[in-house]
């Protein structure tokens, strides 16, 4: 069928053509909502999801420490913001000015992570995407580790025998990485990509209910800092 839209605007543009003042904005209104319609998301779309992890935190990890002392180290850690000086990757920039929505956890970390890919766009901190909480097991004082092993051991602590020092369980954060991962696919589903920027241990729990939901992993960049993982729905 042929656009006489388009057509009655050609016509109004030549030398000497005559057309109601009126008419001629009303058809321009028309084209400015037809372009908007073609542009929009099909009805039935869905965005994709992202999850990414935040920057190298500013606290360092050179240094052999007890399991009391990585009980401190992690307070600090969870309060710390980035080390200075970093440039995120392009990818991941290029993710950020497609996106439709950013979201990032309320640690501050992860805030700064989200500055300073998304520009001048809004993001949403959400306390849901926090990291699951990492306590160490109660080995003695002569047994000393650096952070990052003490993280590795705490977790398979955390994980494989609920040591949760009164702190979220194992199937507390389940939970709560099913709810991002449902809050996720409600946003998505209005037809843009969503990404998050949040921490490496409950992206990754986000993820698996991801893919019992129905979505796939297409982009993997694993968890290392800045890395992001892409999920489209099957």
């Known amino acids: 069928m042929r656009d006489t839209s388009t057509d009655s605007l050609a016509v109004a543009s030549r030398p000497g053509a005559m057309l109601d003042p009126d008419?001629?904005?009303?058809?321009?209104?028309?084209?400015?909502r037809r372009d908007a319609e073609s542009a929009a998301p099909l009805p039935g779309t869905s965005?994709?999801?992202?999850?990414a992890r935040h920057g190298e935190p500013a606290l360092s990890r050179k240094c052999l420490i007890t399991a009391r002392q990585y009980r401190d180290w992690w307070g600090k850690y969870e309060l710390g913001g980035l080390l200075e000086g970093q440039t995120p990757p392009?990818?991941?920039?290029?993710?950020?000015?497609?996106?439709?929505?950013?979201?990032?956890?309320?640690?501050?970390?992860?805030?700064?992570?989200?500055?300073a890919i998304s520009?001048?766009?809004?993001?949403?901190?959400?306390?849901?995407?926090?990291?699951?909480?990492?306590?160490?097991?109660?080995?003695?004082?002569?047994?000393?580790?650096?952070?990052?092993?003490w993280g590795v051991v705490s977790r398979f602590w955390w994980h494989a025998f609920d040591h949760h020092q009164g702190q979220e369980t194992r199937r507390e954060a389940e939970a709560r990485a099913d709810r991002?991962?449902?809050?996720?696919?409600?946003?998505?589903?209005?037809?843009?990509?969503?990404?998050?920027?949040?921490?490496?241990?409950?992206?990754?729990?986000v993820?698996?209910?991801?893919?019992?939901?129905?979505?796939?992993?297409?982009?993997?960049?694993?968890?290392?800092?800045?890395?992001?993982?892409?999920?489209?729905?099957?």
């Not at 965005?47 to 999850?51: E, Q, Y």
């Not at 392009?90 to 500055?115: D, F, K, N, V, W």
């Not at 809004?122 to 003695?140: G, Y």
């Open 207 to 234: 993820g698996r209910r991801l893919k019992v939901h129905g979505w796939r992993l297409a982009h993997n960049q694993g968890f290392k800092y800045w890395s992001q993982r892409r999920f489209v729905k099957r």
């Open 90 to 115: 392009a990818e991941l920039l290029l993710t950020a000015e497609g996106a439709a929505l950013i979201l990032s956890s309320t640690r501050q970390r992860a805030i700064e992570t989200a500055a």
């Open 47 to 51: 965005g994709d999801i992202v999850l």
């Open 180 to 205: 991002a991962a449902r809050l996720l696919i409600e946003k998505a589903a209005m037809g843009g990509d969503v990404l998050v920027l949040a921490h490496g241990y409950f992206n990754h729990m």
């Open 23 to 32: 008419r001629l904005n009303d058809l321009a209104a028309d084209h400015t």
């Open 119 to 149: 520009g001048d766009r809004e993001v949403i901190s959400d306390a849901l995407f926090i990291e699951a909480p990492l306590p160490p097991p109660p080995f003695p004082d002569w047994f000393k580790l650096s952070p990052r092993w």
